[in-house]
């Protein structure tokens, strides 16, 4: 990836999910529970904790030290518009 991500903003949506903006103004709604398993990210499974997050560092971080990988928050983002893009209708050209 030539492309560095960063999440310049980003904004509780609901359960665990968060709409994130990176840096090229990329905007999409990410579920996080795929990334709450182990023991650091176990007490993001308490959606009140999970709501506490913040931004540092270009990416999102929990007061306990969890945080996700720009790169791995950027590609869901993108995973997640191209699949929203596959399930609009397409309109076909008037003649």
């Known amino acids: 990836m030539s492309f560095l991500p960063s999440v310049i903003h980003a904004e509780y949506h609901d359960e665990f999910r968060i709409r994130l903006t990176f840096n090229d103004g990329t905007a999409e709604t990410v ?7 182990g ?24 007061p306990n030290g969890a945080d996700i990988a720009p790169e791995t928050l950027y590609e869901a983002a993108t995973r997640e518009r191209r699949s929203n893009k596959m399930l609009q ?6 003649r």
């Not at 579920?31 to 398993?37: M, V």
């Not at 209708?89 to 008037?94: C, H, N, Y």
């Open 89 to 94: 209708p397409t309109r076909r050209a008037r």
């Open 39 to 62: 023991p650091v990210f176990e007490p993001l499974q308490d959606v009140e904790y999970f709501r506490r997050f913040f931004l540092e560092g270009g990416t999102v971080s929990w």
């Open 31 to 37: 579920d996080f529970s795929e990334w709450l398993e």
